[in-house]
C-alpha cells in the first residue's frame, strides 16, 4: 500500500506543480502547493487502499465462514 500511496503522491506533486507553473502562480506557492498536495494524496491513497484490503478480506472471510457452515448443516 505504501508503493501505491506513494507513488499517487509523486504523480499528484509533478500534476500539480505542473499546473501551478502553467497558471503563472509564483515558484515558491507552486512548490508549497504542490508539497501540501502530494501528503494529502498520500494520506487519502493509504487510507483507501488499507480499506479496500480490509473489505476484500473481510469477503473473503465470509465466504469461507459461510462455506464451512453449509457444508455443516448438510452434513
Not at 509564483?26 to 504542490?34: L, Q, S, T
Amino acid at each position: 500500500m505504501r508503493q501505491l500511496a506513494t507513488m499517487c503522491a509523486v504523480l499528484g506533486f509533478f500534476a500539480l506543480a505542473f499546473v501551478g507553473w502553467f497558471s503563472g502562480v509564483p515558484v515558491f506557492i507552486c512548490a508549497v502547493r504542490a508539497l501540501s498536495g502530494a501528503a494529502v494524496l498520500y494520506v487519502v491513497a493509504g487510507l483507501a487502499g488499507t480499506v479496500a484490503v480490509r473489505i476484500i478480506a473481510d469477503a473473503a472471510v465470509r465466504a469461507q465462514v459461510d462455506h464451512a457452515h453449509n457444508d455443516k448443516s448438510e452434513s
